[in-house]
């Protein structure tokens, strides 16, 4: 049995893409690893700012605009720096 709310489901979603980017990290695509991790949070900052706050179960932290901004701030950041770091030799 899964879970039953749609921001938890969201959530288990984010987590698992989290889980692949930190894969692709270990396994040395790193800067792959890390655009996926910085586009589930950016995936995860829109559904919180889509579903309904009822339905939000465990994607809420804090206030919609809080959580919002944090995970939007953080999934740019994040894809934003795996993009502009250089290749290293070797």
Do not use: E
Not at 4 to 12: E, K, V
Not at 32 to 40: E, K, Q, S, T
């Amino acid at each position: 049995m899964g879970p039953r709310s749609r921001g938890s489901q969201l959530y288990l979603l984010h987590l698992l893409a989290v889980l692949a980017g930190l894969v692709l990290v270990a396994v040395g695509s790193w800067r792959i690893g890390v655009i996926v991790i910085g586009a589930a949070f950016v995936v995860g900052a829109l559904g919180r700012l889509v579903v309904p706050i009822d339905h939000t179960g465990m994607l809420r932290v804090r206030g919609k605009a809080f959580d919002v901004f944090w995970m939007s701030t953080l999934g740019v950041a994040l894809v934003v720096l795996a993009a502009v770091i250089p290749g290293q030799p070797g």
